[in-house]
């Protein structure tokens, strides 16, 4: 599978990606995650490492995994590992990582389906699968969906329910469905 250049907005916005989008908690993230020093954990859509840089910091093992150039470039200006690929195609053996996270990026996913087979594919049985996505359910998420749409992103947003019946129909458990302001994490193990 080619990457395509359906993520050029992202080359465009990489160099200020962190100074609008960078404030979060990652504490509720961490404790989702379950990672350990030394786990190893993919960043799927990880972009700028605005996110993998605090696993780092507590001693995660983290690859950035992106299809944007520009974005995996800023990632490795914080001395972040970084693999150009699609989540629909990684580049890692079956049942090799035992953490992978999704921030923000699973909507951008162009098969989502084939996607979800290939994360479930790459995660080690009892592997931790986190994803924070804004919650379709919400009207300030439905609203960021038409303005993206509107804007040719190619996006697609799906509820948290679906998305976990969606990782379900290739071998993953649900754990559980947390929310935030408009924000929900999806954790599923293997």
Do not use: C, W
């Amino acid at each position: 599978m080619k990457i395509r250049n359906r993520h050029g907005h992202f080359n465009l916005i990489a160099p200020f990606y962190d100074k609008v989008f960078g404030s979060m908690r990652h504490d509720l993230l961490l404790q989702h995650l379950d990672a350990r020093p030394g786990d190893l954990l993919l960043d799927i859509g990880g972009g700028t490492g605005r996110v993998a840089q605090h696993l780092a910091a507590a001693g995660v093992k983290v690859i950035v995994v992106d299809p944007s150039p520009a974005m995996l470039k800023a990632a490795r200006e914080k001395q972040l590992p970084g693999v150009r690929a699609l989540a629909e195609q990684l580049p890692f053996a079956t049942e090799s990582i035992q953490r992978i996270l999704i921030v923000d990026a699973f909507h951008h996913f162009a098969r989502q389906e084939l996607a979800a087979q290939e994360l479930v594919r790459v995660l080690k049985p009892g592997g931790r699968l986190v994803i924070e996505e804004p919650d379709l359910r919400t009207r300030g998420t439905k609203l960021i969906a038409i303005l993206e749409k509107a804007a040719l992103m190619q996006t697609n947003f799906i509820a948290p329910p679906e998305m976990a019946a969606l990782f379900a129909r290739h071998g993953a458990r649900l754990v559980t469905i947390t929310t935030e302001n408009i924000n929900a994490q999806i954790v599923l193990t293997k």
